[in-house]
């Protein structure tokens, strides 16, 4: 089992930006989608972002144009940039690794997931 942990969460004021750390380990982090999703107290969980292996990157709408999602392979590592941050944001965000290359679009298709990292946007 791939082992991922997050780091790069912090309380930020709204409109700033934090990069989302997420390494992993394992010789089989280049096969595989990886995905950032968030649970916001009393919400369920959501996918903002997902990386194909091959880089072709998905955002969720409540997202697009202000987040970033990067890896590189050679490092092992999954990165998130959020800029323009909202208060709405607010959540413990966990990467996660899909059983496929492909990036889906379902929280549901990502079974590896890491302890997660508290991001707070303050108003």
């Known amino acids: 089992q791939v082992q991922l942990v997050e780091s790069g969460g912090g309380l930020v004021q709204a409109g700033g930006s934090l990069r989302l750390s997420c390494v992993a380990s394992?010789?089989?982090?280049?096969?595989?989608?990886m995905g950032w999703l968030r649970q916001a107290p009393g919400k369920e969980r959501e996918l903002v972002a997902a990386i194909s292996s091959g880089g072709t990157p998905y955002y969720a709408d409540s997202v697009k144009g202000r987040f970033t999602v990067s890896r590189d392979n050679a490092k092992n590592t999954v990165y998130l940039q959020m800029n323009r941050l909202k208060p709405e944001d607010t959540a413990i965000y966990y990467c996660?690794?899909?059983?496929?290359?492909?990036?889906?679009?379902?929280?549901?298709?990502?079974?590896?997931w890491g302890q997660g990292t508290q991001v707070t946007v303050s108003s």
């Open positions: 996660a690794s899909r059983p496929s290359p492909l990036a889906g679009t379902r929280t549901n298709e990502y079974t590896n």
């Open positions: 394992g010789r089989t982090f280049s096969l595989n989608a």
